[in-house]
T-cell receptor, first 113, second 114 residues
């Protein structure tokens, strides 16, 4: 079946430290994996994506790693800032569907000043 | 920067009543979506819409739900007879292409069914 899930519901980090948010998925037939950020009272906001034929992709202060062997996805945030405090969702775009995102259950990131 | 807008921000309705949630997608986008998020749970796909018809829908999107693009700017979600379990945050999203990872989400409408 389709399942995208997260290991930790809450992650607390010190401002300036690096954050790593993890996600496990069970559907091998996905084309893209995506990270979304959701701040309180707002809709999900696209952060970064990675295609299934890649294992690493870097953006501004963020890096996504994909390990297809163990079906694991991670989001690394460098030099975490207070503005990074939010809930982070991993999501996947199944190969048999170009129209929907399947979201994981979310990890709340708290940045301590 | 263009953004998806949704109205109302909060809708309270009685069980059995019809509700219409409204969205204005980004103007040059061609694909439109509705998702919902029950409090404390993950975001769930409901339906996608392209070229004035439904492209894909989930098992949640039963006969009580319908979508419409009545004009060139609005995209609506109608729930004909609301149930208590329909209480959730409903997000509209839009994208330029059918590659759904490029979706831009609105701020959501919180629906409370009493």
């Amino acid at each position: 079946g389709e399942s995208v899930g997260l290991h930790l519901p809450t992650l607390s980090v010190q401002e300036g430290d690096n954050s790593i948010i993890n996600c496990a998925y069970s559907n091998s037939a996905s084309d893209y994996f995506i990270w979304y950020k959701q701040e309180s009272g707002k809709g999900p906001q696209f952060i970064i994506d990675i295609r299934s034929n890649m294992d690493k992709r870097q953006g501004q202060r963020v890096t996504v790693l994909l390990n297809k062997t163990v079906k694991h996805l991670s989001l690394q945030i460098a030099a975490t800032q207070p503005g990074d405090s939010a809930v982070y969702f991993c999501a996947e775009n199944p190969m048999d569907s170009s129209y929907k995102l399947i979201f994981g259950s979310g990890t709340r990131l708290l940045v301590r000043p | 920067e263009p953004e998806v807008t949704q109205t109302p921000s909060h809708q309270v309705t009685q069980m059995g009543q019809e509700v219409i949630l409204r969205c204005v997608p980004i103007s040059n986008h061609l694909y439109f979506y509705w998702y919902r998020q029950i409090l404390g749970q993950k975001v769930e796909f409901l339906v996608s819409f392209y070229n004035n018809e439904i492209s894909e829908k989930s098992e949640i999107f039963d006969d009580q739900f319908s979508v419409e693009r009545p004009d060139g700017s609005n995209f609506t979600l109608k729930i004909r007879s609301t149930k208590l379990e329909d209480s959730a945050m409903y997000f509209c999203a839009s994208s330029w292409t059918g590659n759904s990872y490029e979706q831009y989400f609105g701020p959501g409408t919180r629906l409370t069914v009493t």
